[in-house]
């Protein structure tokens, strides 16, 4: 495995933030998180960059994934992460949403669920089927504490997989969005969305950052309950298909830019910062470009939930990366 810095080109991208270009003379930044890179999208290097994390999955371990909202949506196939799920002997957990649609009911969830095949390859776990926890948050500017689903207590590791694209509220979603609206019940993604506002309305809050900061801070709740004697965590974005639209649409706009890869690492910061300067840095052109994707992310000041929460000390904005195809 190499790592790569500022003027190396991976897959027609160019890195301009902290990693590291042994071949040029420079060390890696000793004080920097290690993100891990693979352009190969497959089950197998799924499996591989798991690995090269180093960290191996223990006791009861929870797999964080999105079933997405309807079979035309982007969301990670069951074919994709089979090999890393029963790897790891792994149960794959979601919570009901907070808005209408086919997953605000556990009923429904579950149908779903059936639909898109996970259930042929794991046990699937509505974590909110019994309600909410509340996790302590260290940033409680806006939110006073973090609502999940209450199974979460039966889970000693959690691998956050997430499905890296835009979205319509947050500007894009990662492993933060993934381990924040995604771990939150129902009335936890309300409270979320509302900046603390109200439990079962997560609509009609007009200030953008303070949605944007209480992601920030839930996603800190769980990083640091799975951070507790006895627990851990690690985090995996897949970079494909990558529209503007979350995969919480139903029928979201066809991606613009062709897919970059599979980043891993245990730092959820870094890795989304990560991931946000390659679609910054993207080499965009004719009929291969993220310039839509970058766009939808100004839009909504996506960025800032990075900032945020580096800020609040989820993790570290500088980065080395590792290409593990190397």
């Known amino acids: 495995m190499r790592r790569v810095l500022l003027t ?18 420079q060390k890696a930044d000793m004080t ?17 960059i798991y690995k090269a994390l180093g960290v191996k999955a223990r006791g009861r371990v929870a797999v964080k994934i999105s079933t997405g909202e309807s079979s035309r949506t982007n969301h990670l196939r069951p074919e994709l992460i089979k090999d890393l799920v029963q790897s790891v002997d792994g149960t794959l957990v979601e919570c ?51 609502l999940v689903g209450s199974h979460l207590k039966n889970y000693d590791f959690m691998i956050n997989l997430a499905h890296f694209k835009g979205h319509q509220m947050g500007g894009f ?19 979320i969305h509302s900046a603390g506002k109200s439990r079962t309305n997560p609509w009609g809050n007009n200030n953008q950052d303070s949605f944007l900061e209480s992601m920030a801070a839930a996603a800190q709740s769980v990083h640091n309950y799975f951070k507790e004697p006895g627990r851990d965590i690690i985090y995996i974005n897949v970079m494909n298909n990558m529209s503007i639209d979350c995969d919480c649409n139903g029928n979201p706009a066809q991606p613009a830019m062709k897919d970059i890869g599979i980043l891993a690492s ?5 890795l989304d910062k990560a991931c946000l300067d390659l679609v910054f840095n993207y080499d965009s052109k004719d009929g291969d470009t993220a310039q839509p994707l970058q766009k939808r992310i100004n839009q909504m000041h996506g960025t800032h939930t990075v900032d945020h929460a580096a800020r609040i000390g989820l993790g570290s904005m500088k980065y080395n990366i590792v290409d593990i195809d190397k």
């Open 8 to 25: 190396l080109s991976i897959i027609g991208l160019a890195f301009t933030s902290c990693m590291a270009q042994e071949q040029s003379g």
């Open 32 to 48: 920097a998180s290690t993100v891990f890179f693979t352009k190969d999208i497959s089950a197998a290097s799924l499996v591989r």
């Open 96 to 146: 009901n949403t907070a808005y209408g649609g086919n997953r605000n009911t556990t009923e429904a969830h579950r149908k779903a669920i059936r639909e898109r095949g996970y259930e042929n390859i794991a046990r699937v776990d509505i974590m909110d089927e019994e309600g909410s926890m509340e996790l302590p948050v260290k940033d409680s500017t806006w939110i006073k504490c973090n």
């Open 173 to 191: 979603g990662g492993v933060l969005k993934n381990q924040s609206i995604g771990v939150a019940s129902s009335e936890g993604k309300a409270y």
């Open 266 to 270: 245990t730092d959820p910061v870094a």
